[in-house]
Nanobody, 118 residues
Framework: QVQLQESGPGLVKPSQTLSLTCTVS??????????WTWIRQPPGKGLEWMGA???????GYSPSLKSRTTISRDTNKNQFTLQLSSVTPEDTAVYYC??????????WGKGTQVTVSS
């Protein structure tokens, strides 16, 4: 059973960089065929795909967030991380990490609330 757990600060000040880590257990982030994604949901809005890092280490980002987003990984710790720079209150959301196969998201973390406020 694959499990994902998000961790990081729940409060970030405007203009700072938001950093979150997703720790994966029950499966390796380097297993062929899987991608590891970050998705967020602002209050009262739908889910927004932010980006992903695949088993090979290649990354892809949402065009609207690409200039501010970096996704990286630590294969020794079986973790992948999200960094979102120059945050504003509009970046307040529940942030999720999830595993994606070729066609669907099969495992999700529980999500972590991040509030951007001074």
């Amino acid at each position: 059973q694959v499990q994902l757990q998000e961790s990081g600060p729940g409060l970030v000040k405007p203009s700072q960089t938001l950093s979150l880590t997703c720790t994966v257990s029950g499966g390796s982030i380097t297993t062929n065929g899987y991608g590891w994604t970050w998705i967020r949901q602002p209050p009262g809005k739908g889910l927004e795909w932010m980006g992903a890092i695949v088993y090979s280490g290649n990354t892809g980002y949402s065009p609207s967030l690409k200039s501010r987003t970096t996704i990286s990984r630590d294969t020794n710790k079986n973790q992948f991380t999200l960094q979102l720079s120059s945050v504003t209150p509009e970046d307040t959301a529940v942030y999720y990490c999830a595993r994606v196969t070729s066609s669907y998201y099969d495992y999700w973390g529980k999500g972590t609330q991040v509030t951007v406020s001074s």
